[in-house]
């Protein structure tokens, strides 16, 4: 499709691959959008309101079933796509594992976060992120297991405690 499509306009190609039907819609929104799907096709189309700049106002445009399920169903996703480029653990690596468990350290932070924030609604990500970093640093700060020789105080203690 090209750019002078008439915003809303949509065309659907259908392919049948070893028996099964394999739907590929392109809508024109404000761009271009194709969609694939063995789910669901582009009828029935239903109506969607956008604002046109040209005309300062909002329009009804066609959209595709294809779009309107797409939007339902992936919003999660995208949702976490997005968290993820604001907030990412910047360590570079030519070690694709190590990409993958930060990757994987990332996706676990935003999803307590998103089951911490039922509890606190007004906690944004980058507070609980820092809150989170803060915690973990001084996690067993004060451990009274040392390496090297024990100070006298830790030895009279111990020389206590076999007495009784």
Known sequence: MKDSIVRGTYEEQVADY?????SVTCWKDNKVVTLASTYV?????ETVNRYDKKQKKQISIACPKIVKDY??????VDLMDSF??????????????IRL????????????????????????????RSELAETLCSYKKYDTNKRG???SNNVERVIEAKKH
């Open 41 to 45: 096709g582009s009828e029935p189309a």
């Open 101 to 128: 468990f930060y990757h994987m350290v990332d996706m676990a932070v935003i999803n307590y976060w998103i089951l911490y924030k039922k509890k606190y609604p007004n906690l944004t990500l980058e507070d609980y």
């Open 18 to 22: 070893e028996g099964l039907d394999i």
């Open 71 to 76: 939007n339902v169903h992936m919003g999660g």
């Open 149 to 151: 020789r024990p100070s």
């Open 84 to 97: 993820l480029g604001r907030y990412k653990i910047r360590i570079k690596s030519r070690k694709w594992y």
